[in-house]
């Protein structure tokens, strides 16, 4: 089923999108998926651009480095009664796999009805560097894991699910999606690691959904 079929969300809603591994590839495929639905697009921290579908992509211009950066918050919340769904990039991984959270992140405006995580199971097997993982000292600290050690599934789970974690500001109904699942073994991988989580944080995820923004085919645990 696609992501929309999935979701079944109620519009309309304010959605903060956090994590690592597709969050901005998530917000075009929805917005290119709702085309009868008045839809705004805006970070809460630094984005490029987007254009997909009919929405509307607000922020800040940065003209140096092109990036739009968040509108003051009276002016966003002035601006979501005006739309049937509003996406909101509310964290940023410079596209690694893994990252630490520092106290004001993710920023996720307390009027959002939803907040939905995005995570790969790419870092699976790699060592615990800068090259794979942003703020490498919060991570360690959050998952126990020493710098170069393997990472695992236990410490991608922490990553996610502890308090200091992914969902640590979250608002609204939360929903986890595993990206990047695109192969028999990967959807192995995927599924073992959601039931993991369910068993081990029960109630704590309005849905846990493993499959592939880019060719929007999905399945619940």
């Not at 092109?66 to 049937?84: H, I, N, R």
Request: charged share 20%.
């Amino acid at each position: 089923m696609t992501i929309i079929e999935k979701l079944a969300l109620d519009f309309p809603c304010i959605v903060a999108v956090v994590g690592c591994g597709g969050k901005t590839s998530f917000i075009m495929r929805m917005a290119e998926s709702l085309p009868d639905k008045k839809i705004l697009i805006s970070p809460t921290t630094k984005i490029f651009p987007i254009n997909a579908g009919n929405a509307d992509c607000v922020g800040v211009l940065n003209a140096k480095t092109g990036k739009l950066a968040a509108l003051p918050e009276d002016e966003l919340a002035d601006l979501v009664p005006q739309y049937s769904i509003v996406l909101l990039e509310a964290d940023g991984s410079r596209s690694l796999p893994c990252k630490g959270w520092r106290a004001n992140e993710p920023v996720v405006p307390s009027y959002c009805t939803h907040t939905i995580g995005i995570v790969t199971m790419n870092a699976l097997g790699k060592p615990a560097t800068e090259k794979y993982v942003l703020n490498l000292e919060l991570f360690l600290a959050l998952t126990g894991l020493r710098e170069n050690e393997i990472i695992t599934s236990e410490a991608l789970k922490t990553m996610v699910c502890a308090p200091e974690g992914m969902f640590k500001n979250s608002m609204g109904k939360k929903i986890l999606l595993v990206n990047q699942v695109e192969s028999p073994s990967s959807a192995d991988d995927a599924r073992k690691f959601l039931l993991s989580i369910k068993e081990d944080f029960p109630g704590f995820f309005e849905k846990l959904m493993f499959g592939s923004i880019h060719f929007d085919t999905w399945n619940e645990v």
